[in-house]
């Protein structure tokens, strides 16, 4: 979602989000070792969805095994299942339709070409405003989350 930021913006919002990790972690050569094994990629595009559709393509792998290991999105699958939590899912995308449209476009493209549910993006993308409704036996399963940190699409 960060990709209609300038490319140097979004580069050093990747290496701020790496090494912020790494130096909770205590090891400022991890912090090296993790800014080398950020993907990158040039891509060019004429629009929003291309883009996304292009960078789906590009980590297509690394966007499948994202979601398919994420502990907190079967979850999150269950609480969109519900009438409320539906209700909540259609709300957040609403909002971050109307206020980012781009951004929108993006995540439709990157789900298309990384062939993964745009549902799935969108309730990776809003896990910090999902998760307090999860119930709280599930709010722990923040493997490799940083509590506290993190981003958000509103």
């Given at each position: 979602?960060?990709?209609?930021m300038?490319?140097?913006?979004?580069?050093?919002?990747?290496?701020?989000?790496?090494?912020s990790?790494?130096?909770?972690?205590?090891?400022?050569?991890?912090?090296?070792?993790?800014?080398?094994?950020?993907?990158?990629?040039?891509?060019?595009?004429s629009d929003?969805?291309?883009?996304?559709?292009r960078?789906?393509?590009?980590?297509?792998?690394?966007?499948?095994?994202?979601?398919?290991?994420?502990?907190?999105?079967?979850?999150?699958?269950?609480?969109?299942?519900?009438?409320?939590?539906?209700?909540?899912?259609?709300?957040?995308?609403?909002?971050?339709?109307?206020?980012?449209?781009?951004?929108?476009?993006?995540?439709?493209?990157?789900?298309?070409?990384?062939?993964?549910?745009?549902?799935?993006?969108?309730?990776?993308?809003?896990?910090?405003?999902?998760?307090?409704?999860l119930?709280?036996?599930?709010?722990?399963?923040?493997?490799?989350?940083?509590?506290?940190?993190?981003?958000?699409?509103i």
């Open positions: 979602l960060l990709g209609a300038r490319p140097g913006l979004l580069r050093g919002c990747l290496l701020a989000f790496a090494a990790a790494m130096s909770a972690l205590g090891s400022s050569d991890a912090v090296g070792a993790a800014i080398e094994l950020l993907p990158q990629a040039t891509v060019r595009a929003h969805f291309e883009y996304g559709l960078v789906g393509m590009t980590f297509a792998p690394r966007i499948q095994e994202s979601l398919a290991t994420y502990p907190l999105l079967p979850p999150m699958r269950a609480l969109v299942a519900t009438d409320d939590g539906a209700e909540m899912l259609r709300t957040l995308y609403a909002a971050a339709s109307e206020c980012y449209p781009e951004y929108v476009a993006e995540m439709r493209g990157m789900a298309q070409g990384s062939a993964v549910d745009l549902d799935d993006l969108l309730l990776l993308n809003l896990r910090s405003e999902l998760e307090p409704f119930p709280p036996e599930d709010r722990t399963a923040r493997a490799g989350d940083f509590v506290g940190e993190g981003c958000s699409d």
